[in-house]
């Protein structure tokens, strides 16, 4: 099982970014998806999350409104498109799944927002 993040960068406050997350190893098409994310000396926090079809989706609330978290379950692929991204977005962002009762994470993918 592995899951490889990216689309990360360094943009300023305002711009999008669109994060994606290539999982292999798996049936990805069967297993609900998250992204979660951990800043600077801070612990993970959820972002969002989608269910195996791509018909449900949930969002924390500072997501809701500026984040959209989607699949492509033919090419085994999360996305999470970030818009109006803030300094206080600035963090390494992760893909996860819940696989065999034990969380798998990927490696990450730093967004950092600064003027």
């Known amino acids: 099982v592995q899951l490889v993040e990216s689309g990360g960068g360094l943009v300023q406050p305002g711009s999008s970014l669109r994060l994606s997350c290539a999982a292999s190893?798996?049936?990805?098409?069967?297993?609900?998806m998250r992204w979660v994310r951990q800043a600077p000396g801070k612990g993970p926090e959820w972002v969002s999350s989608?269910?195996?079809?791509?018909?449900?989706?949930y969002y924390t609330n500072f997501a809701k409104g500026r984040f959209t978290i989607s699949r492509d379950n033919a090419k085994s692929t999360l996305y999470l498109q970030m818009n109006s991204l803030k300094p206080e977005d600035t963090a390494v962002y992760y893909c996860e799944t819940t696989h065999g009762g034990i969380s798998i994470r990927g490696q990450g993918t730093q967004v950092t927002v600064s003027s």
């Open positions: 190893g798996f049936t990805f098409g069967t297993y609900d």
């Open positions: 989608i269910d195996s079809g791509g018909d449900k989706k």
